[in-house]
């Protein structure tokens, strides 16, 4: 029997994810590789929207990204990780979608909203714009069912189904329908020195970011630093509380305790200590992973030949896909 499919991905914009992709995508990625076809891609044609990309570090750090979700337990035999820019459908397809898709619908998308904030109007670009209809296509080329996301992707899962519905009724049943599915806990971790801000890799300070290849010290200082509040109790509040609460919810997401396993586990308890346990797990979770990636990186060309085989199953079938949707739009075909 065939295994309904899963596809997700990353933006190879750092040379390390942080905690938030970790619990956001890669925790649930581990979890569902079995019960589904799944395929992970390393986002480049996304990272190159990014104001501050640079051109000399892309392809070591798309490489690296491979060497880390293979370290975090995305098992190579059972999934499909590649890199986007080698599968040109993807462009393709984007091109399609941006023939139906809304000038005012895309200007609607938060993320876009927030960033061509924070770039600024000169570094703002059609391309960053056009980010969501690209990871659009991303998702609909392979009849994906569901997309393990963490929760600042909603909406662009949401804008996916519009469209898919939207060429479906115009143009005849072509894509399938994909739902975004998110972690119980870590869908959304916020920075340790700003806890009401989302954790990002664009953000100014390394301060409040956990980075995967930090050293195991400097991860451990970063969480006995992070912003607290004078209350003194240990409980999941977001409001009054968001920088505990935001330890409390890595702790969980990390540990698999629920909710209230981990209040009780610190009644009682001051914020040291409490900070204390939390970097210990972290720790615990991003050692072995680190490792396994710096072993990893020492083989690029293993890395390659891997990713090459790997782009070759993924674009047999992107490309299936954008023929029906070319055929289905009306494009003349190609005597081949
Ligand atoms: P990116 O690279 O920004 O984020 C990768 C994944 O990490 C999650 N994430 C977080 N989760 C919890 N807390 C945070 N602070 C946090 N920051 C990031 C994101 O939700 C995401 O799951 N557009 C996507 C990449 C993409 C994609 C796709 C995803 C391109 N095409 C197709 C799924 C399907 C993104 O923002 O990546």
């Known amino acids: 029997m065939t295994k309904p499919r899963l596809y997700s991905g990353i933006q190879p914009s750092k040379d390390s994810l942080h905690i938030g992709n970790y619990t956001g ?65 993807h462009s393709e397809l984007t091109w399609l979608l941006n023939t139906i898709t809304g000038f005012g619908e895309a200007n609607r998308m938060t993320q876009f909203k927030d960033k061509s904030q924070r770039f600024g109007a000169d570094a703002t670009t059609v391309g960053l714009f056009d980010y969501p209809v690209l990871m659009a296509a991303d998702i609909l080329l392979y009849d994906t069912v569901i997309v393990p996301v963490g929760d600042d ?19 005849g049943e072509v894509f399938v329908l994909p739902k975004a599915q998110f972690p119980e806990e870590g869908a959304r971790v916020y920075d340790l020195q700003n806890p009401t801000a989302k954790m990002s890799k664009s953000a100014e300070s390394d301060a409040g970011i956990l980075w995967l290849l930090d050293e195991p010290s400097v991860t451990a200082k970063k969480i ?40 009780d586990e610190f009644t009682g308890r001051g914020y040291g200590d409490f900070k204390k346990t939390v970097a210990d797990a972290v720790v615990a979770e991003f050692e072995p992973v680190r490792a396994r990636t710096l072993e990893l990186q020492a083989d690029p060309a293993e890395l390659d030949r891997l990713l090459a085989a790997n782009a070759e199953r993924a674009e047999a079938i992107a490309n299936a896909t954008l023929k029906r949707a070319q055929d289905a739009i009306g494009l003349l075909p190609r005597l081949r």
């Open 153 to 171: 992707q909603r909406q662009h899962v949401e804008l996916t189904r519009d469209l898919a519905e939207r060429f479906n009724s115009r143009f």
């Open 25 to 89: 995508a890669l925790v649930q990625w581990r979890a569902l590789q079995d019960e589904y076809d799944a395929f992970f891609s390393i986002v480049d044609l996304h990272a190159l929207t990014n104001a501050a990309h640079d051109p000399k570090i892309l392809a070591d750090a798309t490489r690296g990204l491979a060497a880390q979700y293979i370290a975090a337990g995305i098992e190579p035999a059972k999934s499909c990780l590649y890199v986007q820019s080698h599968v040109s459908a």
């Open 224 to 263: 006995m630093r992070a912003v607290t509040d004078t209350l003194g109790v240990v409980r999941f509040d977001w409001e009054n509380q968001p920088g505990i609460t935001n330890l409390l919810s890595i702790y969980t997401a990390l540990t698999g305790r629920s909710e209230q396993e981990a209040e």
